[in-house]
C-alpha cells in the first residue's frame, strides 16, 4: 500500500458521499416542490391576526378551511399587512405570508380529520392566536 | 485494509441505490395519485443522516488508523528515518541534520 492509500481512499469517499447528498437532495426538492396540475387553487391571506381563505368557485372562508381528502391543492398564499406564516404542521405546509409578494405551497391530504393552522412568523401582540383549522373531509 | 475499502465502496452503492428503487416505484403512480411530502421529507432526513454518519465514519476511521499506524511501538517503525539516526539525538543540530 502506498504512503498516500489512505488519503486518496479518505477523499475519494467523502468526495462520493458529498456529490450523492448534493443530488438525492436535489432530485427530492424537485420532486416535493412540483405541483400537480390538477391542484386546485386556494387564496390563503393572512392579516392581523387571522387566516382568510378563497376557493377557486369563489366561496370564502375565515380561520377553518374545508378540504377534500384525496386531492391536491395548491395555496397561493398572501399577506395584507405583515409578514405572517402560514403552517400546518400535520401536512408539512409552511411558507411565508409576504406583503406584496405570491407564495406558493402545496398539499395532498390523504385521510381525513381536524388540523391546526398556525401562524409562525411573530406578527404582532395576538400572533400566539392567529390559529385556524383545517377540515379534511371524505370525498362525496 | 484492501475489505474495508471493498466494504466501503458497496455501502455506498447500495446508498445509491435505494432512492432510485423508491423514485423507480414512484413513477408507477397513477394520475390521481400525489405523493405523500411527509414521507418524502422524512425519509430525505433519514437518507441524509446516513451519509452524514457514513462522512464521520470515514473521517474518524481514518484519523483512528492514522493514528495506530503511525505510533511509535508500531512494528513497521522499528526502523529510523533517516531523520533519527543519531545515535545520541541530544548532541545533534538540526543544522546538522538537514544536510
Given at each position: 500500500?502506498?504512503?498516500?492509500?489512505?488519503?486518496?481512499?479518505?477523499?475519494?469517499i467523502?468526495i462520493?458521499?458529498?456529490?450523492?447528498?448534493?443530488?438525492?437532495?436535489?432530485?427530492?426538492?424537485?420532486?416535493?416542490?412540483?405541483?400537480?396540475?390538477?391542484?386546485?387553487?386556494?387564496?390563503?391571506?393572512g392579516?392581523?391576526?387571522?387566516?382568510?381563505?378563497?376557493?377557486?368557485?369563489?366561496?370564502?372562508?375565515?380561520?377553518?378551511?374545508?378540504?377534500k381528502?384525496?386531492?391536491?391543492?395548491?395555496?397561493?398564499?398572501?399577506?395584507?399587512?405583515?409578514?405572517?406564516?402560514?403552517?400546518?404542521?400535520?401536512?408539512?405546509?409552511?411558507?411565508?405570508?409576504?406583503?406584496?409578494?405570491?407564495?406558493?405551497?402545496?398539499?395532498?391530504?390523504?385521510?381525513?380529520?381536524?388540523?391546526?393552522?398556525?401562524?409562525?412568523?411573530?406578527?404582532?401582540?395576538?400572533?400566539?392566536?392567529?390559529r385556524?383549522?383545517l377540515?379534511?373531509?371524505?370525498?362525496? | 485494509?484492501?475489505?474495508?475499502?471493498?466494504v466501503?465502496?458497496?455501502?455506498?452503492?447500495?446508498?445509491?441505490?435505494?432512492?432510485?428503487?423508491?423514485?423507480?416505484?414512484?413513477?408507477?403512480?397513477?394520475?390521481?395519485q400525489?405523493?405523500?411530502?411527509?414521507?418524502?421529507?422524512?425519509n430525505?432526513?433519514?437518507?441524509?443522516?446516513?451519509?452524514?454518519?457514513?462522512?464521520?465514519?470515514?473521517?474518524?476511521?481514518?484519523?483512528?488508523?492514522?493514528?495506530?499506524?503511525?505510533?511509535?511501538?508500531?512494528?513497521?517503525?522499528?526502523?529510523?528515518?533517516?531523520?533519527?539516526?543519531?545515535?545520541?539525538?541530544?548532541?545533534?543540530?538540526?543544522?546538522?541534520?538537514?544536510?
Amino acid at each position: 500500500m502506498g504512503h498516500d492509500t489512505a488519503e486518496w481512499v479518505f477523499v475519494g469517499i467523502v468526495i462520493a458521499i458529498l456529490v450523492y447528498v448534493g443530488v438525492d437532495s436535489w432530485v427530492v426538492q424537485k420532486e416535493v416542490e412540483e405541483i400537480p396540475a390538477d391542484a386546485e387553487v386556494i387564496k390563503v391571506t393572512g392579516q392581523q391576526w387571522f387566516w382568510s381563505f378563497e376557493h377557486a368557485d369563489g366561496t370564502k372562508e375565515i380561520s377553518t378551511l374545508h378540504l377534500k381528502k384525496g386531492h391536491a391543492y395548491n395555496f397561493e398564499i398572501y399577506s395584507k399587512d405583515v409578514m405572517h406564516s402560514f403552517n400546518i404542521p400535520d401536512w408539512v405546509v409552511f411558507e411565508d405570508a409576504v406583503p406584496g409578494h405570491v407564495n406558493h405551497a402545496w398539499f395532498a391530504p390523504d385521510q381525513t380529520g381536524e388540523f391546526p393552522i398556525q401562524c409562525r412568523e411573530y406578527c404582532g401582540l395576538l400572533h400566539y392566536n392567529m390559529r385556524g383549522s383545517l377540515v379534511v373531509e371524505d370525498t362525496p | 485494509m484492501k475489505r474495508i475499502i471493498a466494504v466501503s465502496i458497496i455501502a455506498l452503492i447500495a446508498l445509491a441505490l435505494v432512492p432510485q428503487v423508491h423514485f423507480a416505484h414512484a413513477q408507477e403512480k397513477s394520475a390521481k395519485q400525489y405523493i405523500n411530502l411527509r414521507a418524502e421529507v422524512w425519509n430525505e432526513f433519514f437518507r441524509m443522516t446516513t451519509a452524514a454518519f457514513t462522512v464521520g465514519a470515514v473521517v474518524s476511521g481514518t484519523m483512528i488508523w492514522l493514528v495506530w499506524r503511525f505510533r511509535e511501538s508500531h512494528p513497521k517503525n522499528k526502523a529510523p528515518t533517516k531523520w533519527e539516526k543519531l545515535d545520541d539525538p541530544t548532541t545533534g543540530t538540526y543544522e546538522k541534520e538537514g544536510h
